[in-house]
């Protein structure tokens, strides 16, 4: 197991962008490919997007495809930019180590506190 932590929810208009972070510690999670999942109040959680730990691949969801960017600019840190946010953006995300970034499903670790994002006007 492997703690990270998230940061830089917070409120923003729809049209918005923010900025979150995932940190984690030590070699495990830096060699991990790491994803970004959210989940909205009533609703299972879903896949938002996940890059890989060398070659900094990355794969994302449906639900934000066109309007988020994932980056690895260190290993032990995973930031997705979030852009363009629309009321369903509301939601905890969530990070978590993956065995696959095309394996959405698998997960590795214990689902930490999440960060809030609110989209409203």
């Known amino acids: 197991q492997v703690q990270v932590v998230e940061s830089g929810g917070g409120l923003v208009q729809p049209g918005g962008s923010l900025r979150l972070s995932c940190t984690g510690s030590?070699?495990?999670?830096?060699?991990?490919?790491v994803g970004w999942f959210r989940q909205a109040a009533g609703k299972e959680r879903e896949f938002v997007a996940a890059?890989?730990?060398?070659?900094?691949?990355t794969w994302y969801g449906d639900s934000m495809r066109d309007r988020s960017t994932i980056y690895r600019d260190n290993q032990n840190t995973v930031d997705p930019h979030l852009h363009n946010l629309n009321t369903k953006g509301t939601a905890v995300y969530y990070c978590?180590?993956?065995?696959?970034?095309?394996?959405?499903?698998?997960?590795?670790?214990?689902w930490g506190q999440g960060a809030q994002i609110t989209v409203s006007s």
């Open positions: 978590n180590r993956m065995t696959s970034i095309y394996n959405t499903a698998i997960y590795l670790d214990d």
């Open positions: 890059i890989t730990a060398i070659k900094k691949n």
């Open positions: 030590g070699r495990t999670f830096s060699s991990s490919s």
